[in-house]
């Protein structure tokens, strides 16, 4: 990559600073060095970064997606754990199960960022909970053409998503 | 909403999506779907792209439920947490006051006097009610020292953990103090733990501040915690309410090393419970039940690489599997 050797000196000369601004943010030495290094990572993603002005308010900029993201993901993830926890049997799921389930709401979480909430909860209550339209319209006390709409809007903002993520990621699927 | 074009085949697809889960279709639906699907190439490609964008993260979900029930509506409810730290907080009050009423409690005891030693032994939970109409949950093999005087409503912390529901007083603040600083209350509910290096802040409700003795002084919110020492304070990124889930006879571990779950089960447990430095560090989940030490050790060696060795009843050793053979 021919950015790279400015990366090298981006990297060099502000890691550490980054990596402090992380630490008081989230107050975690060992987060702060995992978000430096994806802030980084981004930093390798972007286009041109040959003549920075301001290289550390560009880096601010990249850290505090990378640290929004991060709340957001852990905030979905102290909601799933909650919801769980108040269940009344006690669970304890393999790392395995763990995993793949903490992403796959993530998973869902990014194509439905945006959606209108009675949307979000119609498409889940079909898809997720298996409910019939007829079932769904009875249960958040909505007509069946409501349910229909929901459905049609909801799927249709998954598959812009979908496609805008693919798009903001073509070596993801080469 | 969506301002880019939608191509029609794609808006097809999508017809075709809802009616066929709609719970209504019939065959006739499903021969004419077929006709659809079959009568262009593109029809079959767009079809994959936006029924596969779903099937795959429902598919892992839908999975894990038949392992462990529950993780279906535990997703629904994530995902439609509208203000995910407001509902979080919501949904950890209403946990709380559900609790209270249904305690496994050892002792209850009725009033305190103005000043009072409150402490419980192995195993035992206590609940407490204080002079003035707070309500104290006081952790196992734990102590407190309670100093109310004109002035203040003081509790001063000696070991293990509390959980403090304050009655209103504009004329005394609450104060729950441990060697490493103080927690004062602004009208609320929250939890102190005294360990050996640190205390542990986790605010239930509106919010606590904090005083260390090197004068650092900081106000927490509802489902914040932090940790202090008498050098400062430090905001955790945990939510709140799993560091409290003790006082509901829970324990409720997310992503932490096995040392931390041994480490809150030692009050519940008679006798030494070890754990060795390379099991320490494996990472677990889950809820486990607090009054049943025995039972939650058996249902971490049978998702963790872990085994139990008990010496009779005064010393138990978890290890790790790799260690034993």
């Known amino acids: ?174 | 909403m969506n301002a880019r074009q939608l191509d029609p085949i794609a808006e097809a697809a999508i017809d075709w999506l809802v009616r066929l889960d709609s719970g209504t279709a019939g065959a006739d639906d499903h021969a004419a779907f077929a006709r659809w699907l079959h009568a262009d190439p593109r029809h079959e490609a767009v079809w994959r792209t936006i029924s596969g964008l779903l099937d795959q993260p429902l598919a892992a979900i839908k999975d894990a439920d038949t392992r462990l029930p529950g993780q279906r509506h535990a997703a629904h409810r994530a995902l439609t947490a509208p203000a995910r730290r407001k509902a979080l907080r919501r949904g950890t009050a209403m946990l709380l006051l559900l609790g209270l009423g249904s305690y496994a409690l050892n002792r209850q005891q009725p009033l305190l006097g103005l000043s009072a030693d409150v402490h419980t032994a192995t195993g035992e939970r206590r609940q407490v009610q204080l002079a003035d109409g707070s309500t104290l949950i006081l952790n196992a093999r734990s102590a407190v020292d309670i100093e109310f005087s004109a002035q203040t409503r003081l509790l001063r912390l000696r070991r293990g953990t509390l959980l403090i529901h304050t009655a209103a007083d504009r004329q005394r603040p609450l104060i729950v103090a441990t060697e490493h600083g103080e927690a004062r209350a602004l009208g609320t509910r929250f939890a102190v733990q005294l360990q050996d290096n640190h205390s542990e802040l986790a605010v239930l409700e509106h919010s606590v501040r904090l005083t260390t003795a090197d004068g650092s002084e900081q106000t927490f919110a509802a489902g914040s915690a932090a940790r202090y020492d008498a050098s400062g304070i430090h905001p955790m990124a945990e939510s709140a309410a799993p560091l409290a889930a003790w006082a509901d006879g829970q324990l409720d571990v997310r992503d932490r090393p096995l040392a931390e779950l041994i480490a809150a089960l030692r009050p519940y447990k008679r006798g030494y419970l070890q754990v060795s430095p390379q099991a320490a560090v494996l990472r677990v989940f889950g809820v486990f039940p607090l009054d049943d030490p025995d039972a939650t050790l058996h249902a971490l060696a049978e998702t963790q690489p872990i085994a139990i060795r008990r010496y009779g009843p005064w010393l138990t050793v978890v290890e790790h599997q790799n260690e034993i053979r």
């Open chain 1, 1 to 174: 990559m021919p950015a790279a050797p400015s990366v090298a000196k981006l990297y060099v000369d502000h890691h550490r600073w980054l990596h402090a601004w992380l630490r008081r943010k989230l107050g975690c030495t060992h987060l702060a060095a995992d978000l430096t290094q994806d802030t980084f990572v981004r930093v390798l993603g972007a286009r041109d970064i040959g003549h920075l002005n301001e290289p550390r308010a560009y880096l601010l900029t990249l850290a505090q997606r990378v640290l929004y993201s991060f709340w957001r993901r852990r905030d979905l993830e102290n909601a799933w754990l909650d919801a769980l926890a108040a269940q009344p049997e006690s669970y304890a799921p393999s790392a395995e199960d763990y995993a793949l389930v903490r992403e796959a709401i993530e998973t869902l979480d990014r194509l439905l960022d945006g959606l209108p909430l009675r949307a979000r909860k119609v498409l889940l209550m079909n898809r997720l909970e298996e409910m019939t339209h007829t079932e769904i319209a009875k249960a958040i006390g909505v007509s069946l053409a409501t349910v229909e709409r929901d459905m049609k809007l909801a799927l249709t903002h998954c598959y812009m998503a979908g496609l805008g993520a693919a798009a903001a990621t073509p070596q993801a699927r080469s």
